[in-house]
């Protein structure tokens, strides 16, 4: 029932999602998706998947900043992927990004498939994440990288009351406000909260077989980038 609530809720803000992103954290994600396509390792012909891929920002941005690099974004709603096949193509970039309708969970691709992975501020909604972890790295080749990047809360005590009070109290009302919405970002909130804190998530990461993990703090802390490799041999 929630995956049902969960792809409606994101159904109904699809034609918007991009602006109240962008509005609500003051430019910040645009920042952030070029530390997170900038972190990839440059080989020379890169196959990246870009899970919950959305309207496609994060794709986009990684063909930006590598470009011999070609990417398939999946995600579970058609609403949302159809704003991003129309960006794809005003960029020029039909050649280069293919977009898929597809569950995190259960991916529809072979092993071994990718030489990297990002999710970019959607696994936290799905509540199955060891699942989705196994199945990123089932995905992955040996030694490929993983890019999760999650909203936080900055460690220092002044800046972290004063995001605290926009965070659980502006941040909802404000954000469905603009979407129209009665708990879009009410959710995102309650989301937020719910998604493990970080020495927790990195132990997620290392149970899915993932090593040689880091962490990169984005604006205080208020995202994070996490990293791991696969390691190459079978679980």
Same mark, same amino acid.
């Given at each position: 029932?929630?995956?049902?609530?969960?792809?409606?809720?994101?159904?109904? #803000?699809?034609?918007?999602?991009?602006?109240?992103?962008?509005?609500?954290?003051?430019?910040?994600?645009?920042?952030?998706?070029? !530390?997170?396509?900038?972190? #990839?390792?440059?080989?020379?012909?890169?196959?990246?998947?870009? *899970?919950?891929?959305?309207? *496609?920002? +994060? /794709? #986009?941005?990684?063909?930006?900043?590598?470009?011999?690099?070609? !990417?398939?974004? +999946?995600?579970?709603? *058609?609403?949302?992927?159809?704003?991003?096949?129309?960006?794809?193509?005003?960029?020029?970039?039909?050649?280069?990004?293919? @977009?898929?309708?597809?569950?995190?969970?259960? @991916?529809?691709?072979?092993?071994?498939?990718?030489? /990297? @992975?990002?999710?970019?501020?959607? @696994?936290?909604?799905?509540?199955?994440?060891?699942?989705?972890?196994?199945?990123?790295?089932?995905?992955?080749?040996?030694?490929?990288?993983?890019?999760?990047?999650?909203?936080?809360?900055?460690?220092?005590?002044?800046?972290?009351?004063?995001?605290?009070?926009?965070?659980?109290?502006?941040?909802?009302?404000?954000?469905?406000? #603009?979407?129209?919405?009665?708990?879009?970002?009410?959710?995102?909130?309650?989301?937020?909260? *719910?998604?493990?804190?970080?020495?927790?998530?990195?132990?997620?990461?290392?149970?899915?077989?993932?090593?040689?993990?880091?962490?990169?703090?984005?604006?205080?802390?208020?995202?994070?980038?996490?990293?791991?490799?696969?390691?190459?041999?079978?679980?």
């Amino acid at each position: 029932m929630r995956d049902f609530s969960v792809k409606k809720m994101f159904e109904d #803000i699809a034609f918007t999602y991009d602006f109240q992103n962008s509005f609500l954290s003051l430019g910040q994600d645009i920042l952030w998706r070029r !530390v997170l396509a900038g972190s #990839i390792r440059k080989s020379g012909q890169e196959l990246i998947l870009d *899970a919950a891929t959305g309207t *496609a920002e +994060v /794709a #986009i941005e990684i063909c930006k900043r590598n470009p011999n690099s070609r !990417v398939v974004g +999946v995600d579970f709603s *058609a609403r949302m992927l159809s704003m991003g096949f129309k960006k794809v193509r005003a960029r020029g970039l039909g050649d280069r990004i293919r @977009l898929v309708l597809g569950d995190g969970r259960r @991916l529809p691709f072979g092993p071994s498939s990718f030489d /990297a @992975l990002t999710i970019a501020f959607g @696994l936290r909604n799905i509540d199955e994440r060891a699942e989705a972890l196994a199945e990123f790295w089932r995905v992955l080749k040996e030694g490929g990288e993983i890019f999760v990047m999650e909203f936080d809360f900055p460690k220092d005590p002044v800046m972290g009351k004063l995001y605290g009070v926009y965070f659980d109290y502006l941040l909802g009302p404000l954000g469905n406000w #603009i979407s129209r919405t009665d708990n879009a970002y009410s959710y995102l909130v309650e989301s937020v909260r *719910a998604f493990p804190r970080q020495e927790t998530f990195l132990e997620e990461l290392a149970a899915a077989g993932f090593c040689c993990l880091w962490v990169k703090e984005l604006t205080y802390g208020i995202a994070k980038i996490y990293r791991g490799i696969k390691e190459a041999h079978d679980r």
